[in-house]
């Protein structure tokens, strides 16, 4: 009796220190959920699911001037476009920019195109959009979009769980009142707003504040959650903003 009070001791003891240690280094996300990191600007660091998903690394120019730069490593990146602010080659892993169908270690990533002005793409060419599932979360993320979505693209982005969203407006991402238009034609459970000054005004960006897109979407609830979010696999249905620095 003994040794078998001994042996469950030694079971109990190596299961909590491995508990402990998956906690600690943020593994909990990964059966189901999912923690996501904010570097600023559009850029977010999704970990879950045993991947890690980049979105929009950058340099600092521009409207993200003067924030630190997302220089890391993922499993797989993805940017809106090329432009430095939101798809620079300064972070490792597979880099994703143009639309297709993608699977990498398992993921399997969707991207669609969209102009990245309000002319047609005539003037700044075009974007893309990224929808994928991640820790049992859909994302869809629209960093780097200004056009209406059109109905084929509402039927290909569906309803997902989180949606990432320029909100800052300015000649090439969505403003306050636009990104409340697509919030309430996709539904989403989560909002993640993007693309938008935080604090100081930035000189040469044309680009405003959150203020804007808070005040399009009232009655909607808002949290401010700072630099990292956990979101479990399962989500309330209720639509809910989550502000990150």
Known sequence: MAINFLSWRFFFKRTFLILALMSSSGFSALAGGVRITSYGHSSLLIKGGGQSVLINPFKAVGCAEGLT????RANVILASSELADEGARIAKGRFLVQPGSYRIDGLSVEGFTSPHDRFGGR????ATLWQWTQGGISFAHLGGAAAPL??????LLG???VLVIAVGGGAKVYDGVEAARVVNDLKPKRVIPVQYVRGKPVSNCDQTGVQPFLDAMKGIEVKKVGKTLYLPETLSGQTVINIMR
């Open 123 to 126: 003037r700044y060419g075009f």
């Open 69 to 72: 730069e997302p220089r890391l």
């Open 150 to 155: 059109t109905g084929e693209d509402k039927v």
């Open 159 to 161: 309803r997902p769980d």
